[in-house]
């Protein structure tokens, strides 16, 4: 392979790497986080391969009776396939509920930390406060 050839081919292969980003992006939720921390986002995008592996396992099984088969398409035939959850409404007001639950839960616990964390920021000051007392004799 000439050196032109080899640079021709990795510049095509760039565009594949950036449509499979985009498809991560739009199709599976790669873009679509609110992480606190690493794990959590570690986790998100652990699940976001998971399902960019699926997708692709799906298109390469269609590839000879449906060559143009994307991620989009995917979604929308599990979206039409598969069952659907019925929920009423006091069902909808349990799970709000469960979610303010653990909201409070979670905000009174940031609360606790910041106060235990003013507390020994206070009592270190404290301590390295010297107490110099001059008398008028």
Known sequence: MSRNTKLAYMQAQGYWVEHSFQDAKTSCGMSDYQARGWRSWHHHMALVMMAMVFMLEQRLSYKDSHPLFSCAD????????????????????????????????????????????????????????????????
């Open 74 to 137: 995917i979604i929308s035939m599990l979206c039409n396939f598969l069952p659907k959850r019925s929920i009423n409404s006091e069902e909808v007001l349990r799970q709000l509920e469960v979610r303010h639950h653990k909201r409070k839960a979670s905000t009174e616990s940031a609360y606790r930390r910041q106060r235990q964390k003013h507390s020994v920021n206070h009592q270190k000051k404290n301590d390295n406060v010297e107490v110099i007392i001059i008398r008028d004799f």
